[in-house]
């Protein structure tokens, strides 16, 4: 046989416009809302606990962070160090999550993305949404904790919804761009849990921003450090470069989202041929 004449698959399925990507992601916004709540409730069926555990956990590492960092390595804060974690900690762990099974979630869902046609955007946000709750309660307690302790609430702290809000836009943009690696490169799944252990220390959970020094501007580079200076602002009334460290998550959010559609509108049929 000739071996010019052997048959060769090519996976070079036509491109989506990112605008019609974008409107059939928003009329299949019901199945996102479907696969997220089954996502939320396997997550907690088989505990005793169920969601009690989005309150202990931070609670418990609240809890401590504060010995170790009051009473061992001394951390000065202008506000209660507890309250000041567990607001840190309650954004922290909603990203770490979110974007830990997000970022595997075009894998993950193989099964289901190949058998039926949906956009294949939609897996990488249900791990945001459905993390949502947790992150509300984690962060109701927060509050809690920052009024028992400084007796004042903040009328920006009615903005916190928006704040959320923010997180979930960048943590689906984030999730979706990695998932889309980790079909072509499934080295993705360890260089995210490396990269966000890194991004722990590079970002104001455990320290006020004030204690980066040098790498002040390295810290405030990473997208994260203006969802936990946003929410600190709204619970406490006040946080570090607050408007600077905002400016730079909503930027990292833009640019993000525009990646994320344009690659899937190039690469989302490809993808779901590889899966």
């Known amino acids: ?112 993305a190949t058998k039926v046609y949906f956009p294949r955007l939609i897996l990488p946000a249900v791990p945001a949404a459905s993390g949502l709750a947790g992150y509300a309660i984690s962060l109701l307690v927060a509050v809690g904790v920052a009024l028992v302790q400084t007796g004042e609430l903040h009328l920006q702290l009615v903005l916190l919804p928006l704040v959320m809000a923010l997180a979930l836009v960048l943590v689906v943009a984030l999730s979706a761009v990695a998932a889309l690696l980790h079909v072509w490169f499934r080295d993705v799944r360890y260089v995210v849990t490396a990269l966000l252990l890194v991004a722990f220390y590079g970002t104001p959970v455990i320290y006020p921003l004030s204690l980066a020094h040098g790498l002040r501007p390295v810290v405030i580079a990473n997208p994260a450090t203006g969802l936990v200076q946003l929410s600190r602002w709204c619970v406490f009334g006040r946080a570090d470069d607050v408007l600077v460290s905002a400016a730079v998550t909503l930027l990292w959010t833009a640019g993000l989202v525009t990646a994320a559609v344009l690659a899937y509108s190039r690469h989302d049929r490809n993808a779901c041929d590889r899966l």
Do not use: I
């Open 1 to 112: 046989m000739n071996p010019m004449s052997t048959p060769v698959l090519e996976l070079n399925g036509a491109a989506t416009p990112p605008a019609a990507l974008v409107r059939d992601a928003m009329r299949h916004r019901g199945l996102l809302l479907v696969l997220a709540r089954q996502d939320f409730a396997a997550r907690y069926r088989s505990a005793a606990l169920g969601l009690a555990w989005t309150v202990l956990l931070p609670l418990l590492q609240g809890t401590v962070l504060a010995v170790v960092f009051t009473k061992v390595v001394r951390v000065h804060t202008d506000v209660g160090y507890v309250g000041f974690v567990l607001v840190g900690m309650a954004t922290w762990g909603y990203l770490n999550g979110a974007l830990t099974s997000g970022s595997t979630a075009l894998v993950d869902g193989g099964a289901l």
